[in-house]
């Protein structure tokens, strides 16, 4: 079965601070996609990992992804009020056909 | 901007009558396009996955007949509900990847959304 797990799914924390997201799938994939949902609005793509070790950063946030653990972390570093909203993870497996598999996603909540 | 517009982003319709989407690549061509349903403060649902010139495949548990997927061209995916019902309103997302295979585009877009209402 194709799952993607997604912890936490909410998360608090104030601004300054540190935190990570976990990732975890349950099958072989090379691509891994991290993405952001404001409430009512669709997705805005953050990063896209392809290989074993791959980091990518951007501003405040950094994903990584390690293809033999099937794991992929999203970093925030001194988290600032504009960061929250909802991240997912999703994974693309082949199972027939192609198919971008979601995780639950984490809702984050910077405070002041 | 936009590289995936979907529209309409809002329709209410009512009950019993049928509504379509579409969804389309504005730049690149799209071999690949995914369907997916969200409902209130959760994840995506992947519905099915259009490849341009073929059959949708669709999830487990998702009714063909209920919502018909065509991907007549490399840049214009729609997505048909038809009968709707209340319990099929809900916010549609579609994606499209850009490629195939080896030469497949590595960055997959999402559109804006579509709100359905059905009353």
């Known amino acids: 079965e194709l799952k993607v797990e997604q912890n936490p799914l909410f998360l608090s924390m104030q601004e300054g601070k540190n935190y990570t997201i976990y990732c975890n799938y349950s099958t072989t994939s090379d691509r891994l996609y991290w993405y952001r949902q404001d409430p009512g609005k669709s997705l805005e793509s953050l990063f896209v990992?392809?290989?074993?070790?791959a980091v990518k950063q951007e501003g405040r946030l950094m994903a990584s992804l390690d293809t033999k653990a099937r794991l992929s972390t999203l970093h925030i570093t001194a988290a600032v009020h504009d960061l929250s909203a909802t991240y997912f993870c999703?994974?693309?497996?082949?199972?027939?056909?192609?198919?971008?598999?979601f995780g639950k996603g984490t809702k984050l909540t910077v405070n002041p | 901007g936009a590289v995936v517009s979907q529209h309409p982003s809002r329709v209410i319709c009512k009950s019993g009558t049928s509504v379509k989407i579409e969804c389309r690549s504005l730049d690149f061509q799209a071999t690949t396009m995914f369907w997916y349903r969200q409902f209130p403060k959760q994840s995506l649902m992947l519905m099915a996955t259009s490849n341009e010139g073929s059959k949708a495949t669709y999830e487990q548990g998702v009714e063909k007949d209920k919502f018909l997927i065509n991907h007549a061209s490399l840049t214009l995916s729609t997505l048909t509900v038809t009968s709707a019902h209340p319990e099929d309103s809900s916010f549609y997302i579609c994606s499209a990847r850009s490629g195939q295979g080896l030469k497949a585009g590595n960055t997959i877009y999402f559109g804006e959304g579509s709100w359905l209402t059905v009353v």
């Open positions: 999703a994974v693309l497996f082949w199972s027939g056909s192609e198919k971008l598999v």
């Open positions: 990992l392809l290989s074993n070790g």
